[in-house]
């Protein structure tokens, strides 16, 4: 369960914010309006002069946020030397706000900014990594040997030679030299296993060069930290993601250095959040080993995802965070923790109607990250024009999390678009958020919004992410901006916003057709050719399909849908077929009967057991042309009878279950000859 930390305790929150020696507007007024539970307090440099102001916000006990991210070391160093201080949190209107060409026009972008740092954040659970510090360094040459005297004072080293190559031996062995290519690996830091070819150790008289033992084939071996000096291609996909794998170019030795830095880090246990929330039961990756639904599979960078019967896995050491599993899971079976997204969406509403009411125009909210999204919009406000007055800043964890209903609740809300900034060369295949913008640029455009609404920034140059901030179209936001509060799982939250966003839009209408692949829909279904057999009904995991006991029916909701195909794949008489679209009257229709037939009564009790056309089908096949129906009624009428009243009758009239006729003795190669022989053939 996640407990969520509440803003507003008893106390106030005292609230620090600062010109940074009057290099930043402030609107303290409008400020006091947005958060009217808390004590604004003015100042001018907080971090020098003004020390003694901070202690004493610190010293009544009351939470204190600092507009300010520069300076947060020292002041959570002075907040451990105050007695009985207060938690701090910080929220930066610096840069993103106050050093722009836009300043003064900034004073609603910082009201807001500030209103929704205070929004109460998911506590993050944690997964443990334990390094006991063995290494693995793996190379083509004398320099893994030189990364590795780096190490050895620090970590338990072992270098792997690869083949073909002649290395001196060294004076002194201070670590293992070992030969060999590696075949595969897989695990994570602190529980590597590496299957090694051509695997050899020195001999110890080796002279002028190593040599090497017979080579085997298939040696297991296993490490904590994993250092790739090969040269080869990566042993990972996403390499950058997995967790104690450090990969350099030979060739460059900061590089190399770098990664020896890493590793001396590297030991100790490690606290690792658990990006992914994962509810099994509402998984719809498959049901009698027949798949359907493999977004996540599709989508996941560093293989941390694997089928595991009906459901999948995730393994939360391996998991990298890149939220994209999440952002596509159609069912919320795969849920982002960092925030969660009902969490976001309530952040988003303080965001943009604390902007709105400060009197704020045609808002865009930009999504990115701390690393790259945060340096770029650093760089911009020192070193360019800043961001525009009307572009909101929202740091997530990764961009790749952000899912329809981030997209869609931003623009019920009032935003005019939505951006989303990721690098030029992103560090591992970014398909699935290239697939939430295909889906929410067609619901967009199909509810009236104008305009480019929603796109990706994709640069590493400040510069252009200013110009294209800038080119971006004055679109008007929605008249009437929605006021929802969002709770719940990760599906409900979508359904929600989308309804939100229907009720919002410039031209509502009720069905918009959708991309293959979009996670809503329905099913178009043959019903001559259906039988009523109901697979489709027991394979679908959110009983979209569904039957009625009292008599033989198929019924359909769409609101519950998440076009899994499993119903298609399971049809036997293949007449099922998906159709993907949104239709924003779901929510509150009521099932649809795709078909209904009169039941089949026992003619011998009366009781309804089947569906009297498939009996009628059956009886119609075997009359007079199987051998057990070919002269008796009596066995044709007990096909129409209930499972009870068939035992019964079989009992009373000793039908024989096992009285064919006699087959024909199987010919053998003796038969053939003794025919040949009476023809006169031998």
Request: net charge neutral.
């Amino acid at each position: 369960m996640e407990r969520l930390v509440s803003p507003m305790a008893e106390r106030p929150r005292n609230i620090l914010i600062c010109s940074c020696e009057d290099t930043v507007p402030l609107d303290s007024e409008m400020v006091r309006r947005a958060c009217r539970d808390s004590v604004v307090i003015e100042g001018r440099q907080f971090c020098r002069t003004e020390l003694e102001r901070l202690r004493k916000a610190l010293a009544g006990g009351e939470r204190v946020t600092v507009a300010c991210t520069q300076e947060a070391p020292l002041f959570n160093e002075i907040a451990e030397e105050v007695e009985g201080a207060g938690a701090v949190s910080f929220v930066n209107i610096r840069e993103t706000a106050g050093w722009t060409k836009d300043s003064a026009k900034t004073g609603p972008k910082m009201a807001a900014l500030i209103a929704a740092s205070l929004e109460p954040v998911s506590e993050i659970p944690f997964v443990p990594l334990k390094s006991d510090g063995v290494t693995l360094l793996y190379g083509k040459d004398e320099r893994v040997i030189e990364a590795a005297s780096l190490l050895k004072e620090h970590l338990d080293v072992t270098v792997l030679i690869k083949p073909g190559v002649e290395i001196a031996p060294m004076r002194v062995t201070e670590f293992p030299m070992l030969k060999g290519t590696i075949r595969a690996v897989k695990g994570y830091l602190g529980a590597f296993e590496i299957t090694i070819d051509d695997y050899a150790t020195p001999s110890p008289s080796s002279r002028g060069s190593f040599k090497f033992s017979p080579a085997r084939n298939g040696a297991v071996s296993r490490c904590d930290i994993l250092v790739d000096l090969s040269g080869a291609p990566s042993l990972f996909s996403a390499a950058d993601l997995r967790d104690g794998y450090l990969r350099a170019d030979p060739g460059d030795s900061a590089a190399v250095l770098r990664s020896v830095l890493k590793a001396r880090d590297l030991t100790g246990t490690f606290d690792k959040p658990r990006y992914i929330a994962f509810a099994e039961d509402l998984c719809a990756h498959s049901r009698s080993k027949i798949v359907g639904c493999r977004r996540c599979l599709d989508l996941c960078p560093t293989g941390a995802i694997t089928p595991a019967g009906d459901h999948v896995a995730i393994d939360a050491h391996i998991c990298a965070g890149c939220g994209q599993c999440a952002a596509a899971c159609p069912t919320g079976a795969a849920s982002y923790a960092m925030p969660s997204s009902d969490a976001l969406l309530r952040k988003l509403r303080t965001l943009l109607s604390t902007y709105h009411d400060a009197g704020g125009k045609q808002p865009v909210v930009m999504f990115h990250d701390a690393e790259h999204g945060g340096g770029l919009i650093d760089a911009l406000a020192r070193h360019g024009h800043g961001l525009p007055a009307n572009v909101l800043p929202v740091e997530i964890n990764e961009v790749t999390q952000v899912g329809l209903e981030a997209i869609a609740g931003a623009i019920a809300y009032g935003a005019a678009a939505v951006r989303l900034l990721i690098r030029a060369k992103p560090r591992h295949d970014i398909s699935g958020l290239y697939n939430t913008v295909a889906l929410a640029e067609p619901i967009l455009a199909g509810l009236g919004f104008n305009g480019v609404r929603v796109a990706t920034i994709e640069t590493d140059d400040p510069d252009k992410l200013g110009e294209n901030l800038r080119a971006i179209d004055q679109i008007d936001g929605t008249r009437k901006p929605a006021t929802f509060s969002a709770t719940g799982r990760k599906r409900e939250v979508m359904r929600l916003a989308l309804r939100e966003l229907h009720a919002a839009a410039p031209a509502p209408v009720d069905v918009v057709p959708l991309p293959q692949g979009a996670p809503f829909g329905t099913v178009e279904v043959n019903v001559e050719g259906c039988t009523l057999c109901l697979s489709c009904v027991s394979a679908c995991p959110t009983g979209a399909l569904s039957d009625d006991p009292e008599r033989p029916m198929l019924r359909f909701n769409e609101d519950a849908c998440v076009q899994c195909g499993l119903c298609k794949a399971t049809c036997p008489e293949k007449v099922i077929n998906l159709k993907p679209q949104i239709d924003f009257r779901a929510a509150t229709a009521m099932s649809r009967i795709i078909k209904q037939e009169e039941p089949a009564e026992c003619i011998r009790c009366g009781k309804p057991f089947g569906v009297k056309s498939s009996v009628e089908r059956v009886v119609a096949k075997l009359e007079g042309k199987h051998w057990m129906y070919k002269d008796s009624k009596k066995r044709l009428d007990v096909i129409r009878m209930c499972e009870d009243c068939r035992v019964v009758v079989m009992a009373e009239e000793q039908f024989d279950p096992f009285g064919a006729p006699q087959r024909p003795r199987v010919r053998t190669t003796e038969d053939y000859l003794r025919e040949r022989e009476e023809k006169g053939e031998g």
